[in-house]
């Protein structure tokens, strides 16, 4: 069974840093690799995709990339700004029902 | 304005109610789906349905209920078996079949057991 971990749980940064988030899925044979954002009480929006046969996707101050092999993608974020903050999804979908399987998030705060 | 409504915002149940949330998409998608997520988690699919007058249990089907009688609306019952209903519901839809898997959500429906 696919299982995706995101670390870490929860990051704060000031405004202006540069930074890492970090997806993990146990299943390399995934079809492609997504990011999302969250705000609280929302519901999803997409950032990136990553087919499984790319290794990286950019997006104005976003980079997302995926090393299938070893099973993990990271989300850079350059100049965070407080409007960055906050929760950060990881999905893979995966399977014959081509299933999106879900991390459990890193919120993000930039501060001002 | 294409996308995906969900109804109400926020619903309250009485333990032993079944209460029912509606998804509505005018996005032509065949695909959608009913998602659970709890505080400091990730989603967790409750039922998918790729087209009308069928759909499939995710991983935690058990004490929900769906229909899919039209292509644009799929509602989702959460039953009095549900143990522990009070949860964020997310409904999304796709293409079936397109180049990409990419998942439009709606709004989402915050659900509490009184």
């Known amino acids: 069974k696919q299982e995706v971990t995101q670390i870490p749980a929860a990051l704060s940064v000031p405004e202006g840093e540069n930074l890492v988030l970090n997806c993990s899925f146990t299943d390399s044979a995934i079809y492609n690799l997504q990011w999302f954002r969250q705000d609280p009480g929302k519901g999803l929006t997409s950032l990136l995709l990553?087919?499984?046969?790319?290794r990286e996707q950019t997006s104005g101050r976003l980079n997302a990339s995926l090393d299938k092999s070893s099973g993990r993608s990271t989300l850079y974020i350059a100049a965070s700004q407080p409007g960055d903050s906050a929760t950060y999804l990881c999905a893979v979908t995966s399977g014959s029902a081509r299933q999106l399987t879900f991390g459990s998030g890193t919120q993000l705060t930039v501060l001002p | 304005d294409g996308g995906i409504t969900q109804s109400p915002k926020y619903l309250f149940r009485k333990e032993g109610q079944n209460v029912t949330l509606s998804c509505e998409q005018n996005?032509?998608?065949?695909?959608m789906y009913w998602y659970r997520q709890d505080p400091g988690q990730g989603l967790r699919l409750i039922y998918y349905s790729q087209i009308v007058n069928d759909f499939q249990k995710g991983d935690i089907a058990e004490g929900y209920s769906v229909s899919r009688e039209k292509k644009e609306s799929f509602p989702l019952t959460v039953t009095s078996a549900q143990k522990n209903p009070t949860a964020f519901y997310l409904c999304?839809?796709?293409?079936?079949?397109?180049?990409?898997?990419?998942?439009?959500f709606g709004p989402g429906t915050r659900l509490t057991v009184l």
């Open positions: 990553i087919q499984s046969s790319q």
């Open positions: 996005l032509n998608h065949d695909a």
């Open positions: 999304a839809s796709s293409i079936v079949g397109g180049k990409t898997d990419t998942q439009y």
